[in-house]
């Protein structure tokens, strides 16, 4: 089968460098997902940045974000050694930073995510649900939310969730069900990448995640003394509890879409917004 690529001019949204890239024909004829995530890894545009290029089906570019993590190199001996595990830095080489940001995302926060592959995909269904289930504490595993589609072409794929993360394993995402910028993600993966020992690697991954759910944990219970409270408020009694640093309005509204996908609506109503309040009297 002869793909057709076609060509587009990308550029990086750090320092401004142009180049022409090819991108599958089949990536922009798909008319089912709109505008796609392109990962751009380091040396495909730019020899020092990273990035994601919004494309839609008109492979025209909408937006760019940037990913600032630096993966050093390894040696090509430890390279070699380490070639067919199922550690992070070979699952980074296959669906790219920003896809491993957005399994982690949809893994934490209960999203289905569907994974295309292709011929030389090794891993199966079992093994990445059960990755997935290392990084999170035992009371959240086994969602088995991780499936592989066979069907290589994109207008063929029949996805039943509506709120699913749909990538392949070109580095393309088709659809991400949320908003969010993956800023959490991204910070836990690249304190995982400092350390050299790959098994203490995803264990490192499961503490930062464990901590953030430890903060819910305490939410909800705080949550559970009032009717009501403000944002602020709430951020105090939880920072307070937990002897930390005054968490910001980021790792709040983590919380709150922690509660609410995963634990219940009605108890994220009871936080109200005094910014919001605040604008609604004005
Ligand atoms: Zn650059």
């Known amino acids: 089968m002869t793909e057709l690529f076609k060509l587009i001019e990308v550029k990086c949204p750090n320092c401004g460098k142009l180049k022409n890239i090819n991108i599958p024909e089949a990536v922009f004829s798909q008319k089912k997902f709109g505008t796609i995530k392109i990962q751009?890894?380091?040396?495909?545009?730019?020899?020092?940045?990273?990035?994601?290029?919004?494309?839609?089906?008109?492979?025209?570019?909408?937006?760019?974000?940037?990913?600032?993590?630096?993966?050093?190199?390894?040696?090509?001996?430890?390279?070699?050694?380490?070639?067919?595990?199922?550690?992070?830095?070979?699952?980074?080489?296959?669906?790219?930073?920003?896809?491993?940001?957005?399994?982690?995302?949809?893994?934490?926060?209960?999203?289905?995510?569907?994974?295309?592959?292709?011929?030389?995909?090794?891993?199966?269904?079992?093994?990445?649900?059960?990755?997935?289930?290392?990084?999170?504490?035992?009371?959240?595993?086994?969602?088995?939310s991780i499936h592989i589609l066979e069907e290589p072409n994109v207008n063929k794929i029949k996805v039943k969730d509506k709120d699913a993360l749909i990538m392949d394993v070109s580095q393309n995402i088709y659809q991400t069900p949320w908003e969010t910028k993956l800023k959490f993600e991204e910070e836990i993966v690249r304190k995982a990448l400092d350390i050299i020992d790959e098994q203490e690697q995803l264990k490192l991954l499961q503490q930062h995640i464990s901590k953030f759910i430890s903060e819910v944990h305490y939410a909800i219970s705080i949550l559970q003394d009032f009717n009501q409270i403000y944002d602020d408020e709430l951020i105090d009694k939880i920072s307070k509890a937990l002897s930390i640093k005054k968490i910001s309005t980021y790792r709040l509204n983590l919380i709150k879409k922690f509660i609410s996908r995963n634990v219940s609506k009605e108890i994220v109503k009871k936080i109200k917004n005094r910014v919001g309040e605040f604008l609604s009297l004005v």
């Open 40 to 144: 751009i890894p380091i040396n495909a545009v730019c020899s020092e940045h990273q990035f994601i290029a919004f494309v839609d089906t008109k492979g025209i570019i909408r937006g760019y974000e940037r990913i600032d993590i630096q993966m050093t190199a390894l040696s090509p001996e430890a390279e070699r050694e380490a070639l067919g595990r199922l550690n992070l830095r070979n699952l980074i080489k296959v669906f790219g930073l920003y896809g491993i940001f957005s399994l982690i995302h949809a893994k934490i926060f209960n999203y289905p995510s569907y994974v295309i592959k292709d011929d030389n995909f090794e891993y199966t269904e079992n093994l990445l649900n059960s990755v997935g289930d290392n990084i999170l504490p035992e009371t959240y595993q086994g969602s088995k």
